[in-house]
């Protein structure tokens, strides 16, 4: 008996069936792979703080105080805009890596002058300054777009120095005031002795997404048309090197929606992370700070009458003062998430309380 030889093949229907599976498949699959490429760039994106951090305890180690906020700003010299300052993140050069570039700069003057200029716009980015899991955050951006010192690259940031829970002062002098780690003055940087809360209570450097403010550059602080003592100074600096516990992580500024100088909400912290915001706090350890942490609005001045009351208060029990130690915190009013980005509120909390 003669035997057919031809192979068998697939017909259209089974071949639809195998595509169908695979399709599957890869729509089952496909999310457990990108959750664990995601778990990675967050594991990365720990790594980075906790380095941040532990170049701040060498910062405190070699001068005896954290690294202050900014230098030269508050138009220094006076013909240059306001916010023509080295950031934190300058300070840190050294201790993670970029000893060169830091060598290379001069902090005797402006950090968008002169040689600074040509030295920042030469450097392509910072790794360790960045989120992976901000993936839309360039590398570099320019800054001061306009302006007589217009920087045209300069290495961005995922990462910003936690200022405390306030967001606007009424003075030049109140304004400098906070309860942070990176107190706008640059005068008066903090010391480790003034942590009375407990370094492993106390919230160093935290994200902000680049989806929610696109503000952020590492080594210095952007331009700000007011003068120093204007009602927005603070408001509109602080958005580019710094952030505070004003809102609750997550919850200020939303990707798609424009920031303007002055908004609150341009202050909080924000990541890309699901859920919640990382936080590097002043023991060197990173920890997750969820966006339902317990937490109560920060409101000063004529803010006194939203969400809670005013937090400082002058001797005649009205907003205002203007010496952090002319004023007694209500730290009854403070939520958790308050305390935490706070040095001396004297009622410690630890992360996930």
Not at 102 to 128: H, P, Q, R
Not at 190 to 196: G, L, P
Not at 294 to 319: I, K, L, M, N, P
């Amino acid at each position: 008996m003669l035997s057919d030889s031809r192979r068998r093949g697939f017909t259209l229907i089974e071949l639809l069936v195998v595509i169908a599976i695979i399709a599957i498949l890869v729509a089952l699959l496909l999310p457990a792979v990108q959750q664990v490429r995601e778990a990675a760039r967050k594991s990365q994106c720990q790594d980075h703080l906790h380095n941040l951090g532990i170049a701040i305890h060498d910062y405190e180690v070699s001068f005896s105080v954290i690294p202050p906020s900014q230098i030269r700003g508050y138009r220094n010299p006076p013909d240059v805009e306001f916010g023509n300052g080295f950031g934190w993140g300058a300070m840190l050069l050294p201790f993670i890596e970029q000893k060169p570039l830091y060598d290379s700069l001069d902090f005797s003057t402006g950090c968008f002058m002169g040689t600074n200029k040509t030295v920042i716009e030469a450097v392509s980015g910072i790794d360790l300054a960045l989120c992976p899991s901000d993936a839309d955050r360039p590398s570099t951006r320019n800054v001061h777009v306009g302006q007589t010192h217009q920087m045209n690259s300069m290495p961005a940031t995922s990462y910003f120095g936690a200022a405390g829970c306030f967001w606007h002062w009424s003075s030049s002098t109140d304004r400098r005031v906070a309860n942070g780690i990176f107190v706008f003055d640059p005068a008066t940087p903090v010391k480790m002795a003034s942590i009375t809360d407990g370094t492993s209570n106390t919230i160093a450097i935290g994200e902000k997404s680049y989806a929610v403010w696109t503000g952020g550059a590492f080594l210095g602080m952007q331009h700000a048309s007011q003068t120093p003592g204007g009602g927005n100074d603070a408001a509109c600096c602080q958005d580019w090197y710094l952030g505070l516990g004003y809102m609750a992580p997550n919850a200020g500024a939303k990707p798609g929606h424009p920031t303007t100088p002055g908004n609150p909400d341009n202050h909080s912290f924000s990541s890309p992370h699901a859920g919640g915001v990382q936080f590097v706090f002043m023991d060197g350890k990173v920890g997750f700070v969820s966006e339902n942490v317990d937490h109560t609005r920060s409101v000063q001045g004529t803010w006194a009458s939203v969400d809670g009351g005013c937090y400082w208060v002058d001797a005649a029990g009205e907003c205002g003062g203007t010496r952090y130690d002319d004023k007694t915190q209500l730290s009854q009013n403070m939520g958790v998430y308050q305390r935490l980005h706070s040095r001396n509120d004297g009622t410690p909390v630890r992360p996930g309380t």
